[in-house]
């Protein structure tokens, strides 16, 4: 299970920091994401992190702005997401890879919104 956390309404410029606990975490889990979906729009793939050796990949659009971490211990995922932009706004997703499934566990979101 997962359970997102961290969102919230912003003015542009501004900052945040999102989480995800991930209830557990098995052998089986390759990396960790995190998406995001605007009204009216399909769900996008922002960063992921690969849970070995702490890989890390971005969106063009974030790349810059967003640092993804995670900490082993307490089996947790940050998203820092800094110079927020109008555009940024969102539900924000994280999820969890399978080796040979991809992702296949979602939390339930939390809206990030970024007032001009």
């Known amino acids: 299970q997962l359970v997102e956390s961290g969102g919230g309404l912003v003015q542009a410029g501004g900052s945040l920091r999102l989480a995800c606990a991930a209830s557990?975490?098995?052998?089986?889990?390759?990396?960790m994401g995190w998406f995001r979906q605007a009204p009216g729009k399909e769900r996008e793939f922002v960063a992921s992190?690969?849970?070995?050796?702490?890989?890390?990949n971005y969106a063009d659009s974030v790349q810059g702005r967003f640092t993804i971490s995670r900490d082993n211990a307490k089996n947790m995922l940050f998203l820092q997401i800094s110079s927020l932009k109008p555009e940024d706004t969102a539900v924000y997703y994280c999820?969890?890879?399978?080796?040979?499934?991809?992702?296949?566990?979602w939390g339930q979101g939390t809206q990030v919104t970024v007032s001009s």
């Open positions: 999820a969890a890879a399978e080796y040979f499934k991809g992702y296949n566990s």
């Open positions: 557990q975490r098995t052998p089986r889990t390759y990396a």
């Open positions: 992190i690969v849970w070995s050796d702490s890989t890390v």
